[in-house]
């Protein structure tokens, strides 16, 4: 079990109204609180510490318990999910160990009580460590950060490069063009997809089945105007589909993949991925990714890129071999093993030549009496 199932396996083990292996320490306190990801239980969980910190005066030693650790746990696992139901972001749980091996080289992570436990927004660059936030409210002589503060010191960071719908669309874009390219490798039709915030590890197919060029065209213009007008009030929407790049000899094969986000701050992004189809053998080789629109600086551009690309690992390809072993590298094709001859199956028993027998002098003619040769 990964830390992100056992977060997920606390809060709903508390929502529930059970306990985990262990239990929780201060567990009567924990259901009175009714943690339910309402703005109104930030104010009920900081009334619980409050009385916690006053009445049962905890040590760091009773923190640190099996129970104590299952109680911090819980608060943390709940803080982080607050804070992604807010702004959709992607966090992932670390333990210490975990956590220097993707953050990146020379980040400096003391081993600490509150280091067991992190929580890292790899889009945005972000890390948190909630137990260290619990600590100061649970144990005395400290400096009390209300819960609300906490959270909105969270989503202050996660927004810091922008908001955290551009890097949930980016990561749709690569989900989505890996998807389409695996299909593609497969020698099969690439037909236009829709991706938005309601369901982001899904996609809607925009044809029915195999499709006429004009039904493609069609489905592919009300796509673009679906991204234009978001009719649904949306958070972001992502449309891909299949496309040529230039003109006469230049022409190429590219998807084609529109994000859109929406609100005070949308983002506008379109980019293609140009490929030689497979054809005649070879198999599909991904080339060199254009930019077609932005509307945002090129640094900024260079941390959505790391949210695309993660979106296209995301995706393991049941056809064909991966992304990777695709693209292009240094203007030539990564080498793939051309299929090796086989050798010709043996002839059936009947096309065999008859065995070769031994070829002896036919005996002469026995010479009859008084014939002579003319």
Same mark, same amino acid.
């Given at each position: 079990?990964?830390?992100?199932?056992?977060?997920?396996?606390?809060?709903?083990?508390?929502?529930?109204?059970?306990?985990?292996?262990?239990?929780?320490?201060?567990?009567?306190?924990?259901?009175?609180?009714?943690?339910?990801?309402?703005?109104?239980?930030?104010?009920?969980?900081?009334?619980?510490?409050?009385?916690?910190?006053?009445?049962?005066?905890?040590?760091? +030693?009773?923190?640190?318990?099996?129970?104590?650790?299952?109680?911090?746990?819980?608060?943390?696992?709940?803080?982080?999910?607050?804070?992604?139901?807010?702004?959709?972001?992607?966090?992932?749980?670390?333990?210490?160990?975990?956590?220097?091996?993707? $953050? !990146?080289?020379?980040? #400096?992570?003391?081993?600490?009580?509150?280091?067991?436990?992190?929580?890292?927004?790899?889009?945005?660059?972000?890390?948190?460590?909630?137990?260290?936030?619990?600590?100061?409210?649970?144990?005395?002589?400290?400096?009390?950060?209300?819960?609300?503060?906490?959270?909105?010191?969270?989503?202050?960071?996660?927004?810091?490069?922008?908001?955290?719908?551009?890097?949930?669309?980016?990561?749709?874009?690569?989900?989505?063009?890996?998807? #389409?390219?695996?299909?593609?490798?497969?020698?099969?039709?690439?037909?236009?997809?829709?991706?938005?915030?309601?369901?982001?590890?899904?996609?809607?197919?925009?044809?029915?089945?195999?499709?006429?060029?004009?039904?493609?065209?069609?489905?592919? +213009?009300?796509?673009?105007?679906?991204?234009?007008?978001?009719?649904?009030?949306?958070?972001? #929407?992502?449309?891909?589909?299949?496309?040529?790049?230039?003109?006469?000899?230049?022409?190429?094969?590219?998807?084609?993949?529109?994000?859109?986000?929406?609100?005070?701050?949308?983002?506008? $992004?379109?980019?293609?991925?140009?490929?030689?189809?497979?054809?005649?053998?070879?198999?599909?080789?991904?080339?060199?990714?254009?930019?077609?629109?932005?509307?945002?600086?090129?640094?900024?551009? !260079?941390?959505?890129?790391?949210?695309?690309?993660?979106?296209?690992?995301?995706?393991?390809?049941?056809?064909?071999?991966?992304?990777?072993?695709?693209?292009?590298?240094?203007?030539?094709?990564?080498?793939?093993?051309?299929?090796?001859?086989? !050798?010709?199956?043996?002839?059936?028993?009947?096309?065999?030549?008859?065995?070769?027998?031994?070829?002896?002098?036919?005996?002469?003619?026995?010479?009859?009496?008084?014939?002579?040769?003319?």
């Amino acid at each position: 079990m990964t830390l992100n199932d056992t977060a997920a396996h606390y809060l709903q083990t508390y929502a529930a109204g059970g306990e985990v292996d262990g239990g929780w320490l201060f567990g009567k306190a924990l259901q009175q609180t009714q943690l339910d990801f309402s703005p109104e239980s930030l104010g009920r969980l900081d009334h619980m510490l409050a009385q916690i910190r006053i009445r049962a005066k905890p040590t760091p +030693e009773l923190l640190e318990s099996a129970r104590g650790t299952n109680f911090q746990s819980l608060v943390a696992f709940y803080m982080i999910e607050f804070a992604r139901r807010r702004t959709g972001a992607d966090i992932a749980w670390h333990d210490r160990a975990s956590a220097l091996r993707v $953050l !990146a080289p020379g980040t #400096q992570l003391p081993a600490t009580a509150f280091t067991r436990l992190l929580a890292y927004a790899a889009d945005h660059g972000a890390i948190f460590l909630p137990l260290r936030w619990i600590e100061t409210q649970l144990l005395p002589d400290n400096k009390i950060i209300p819960s609300s503060d906490y959270l909105a010191s969270m989503l202050a960071e996660l927004g810091r490069h922008g908001p955290p719908a551009w890097w949930q669309a980016a990561h749709a874009m690569g989900r989505i063009a890996s998807w #389409q390219m695996m299909t593609a490798a497969d020698g099969r039709a690439v037909l236009p997809l829709l991706m938005d915030d309601r369901a982001p590890k899904t996609w809607t197919t925009l044809t029915g089945g195999v499709s006429r060029k004009e039904e493609i065209d069609e489905a592919v +213009e009300r796509g673009r105007r679906k991204l234009e007008e978001n009719p649904d009030g949306l958070g972001w #929407q992502v449309l891909c589909h299949d496309d040529v790049l230039g003109e006469g000899r230049e022409k190429v094969d590219a998807l084609t993949v529109v994000a859109r986000t929406y609100g005070d701050d949308p983002l506008k $992004l379109t980019m293609a991925f140009p490929y030689r189809p497979k054809r005649g053998g070879r198999p599909l080789v991904i080339l060199k990714p254009r930019m077609r629109e932005s509307n945002v600086p090129p640094e900024t551009f !260079a941390k959505l890129d790391e949210s695309l690309k993660r979106g296209l690992h995301a995706v393991k390809w049941i056809y064909g071999s991966s992304w990777d072993e695709s693209r292009e590298s240094e203007g030539h094709s990564r080498p793939m093993p051309l299929p090796r001859p086989k !050798a010709p199956p043996p002839p059936p028993a009947w096309a065999a030549p008859a065995p070769a027998r031994d070829k002896r002098p036919e005996p002469a003619p026995e010479k009859k009496k008084g014939w002579k040769p003319w």
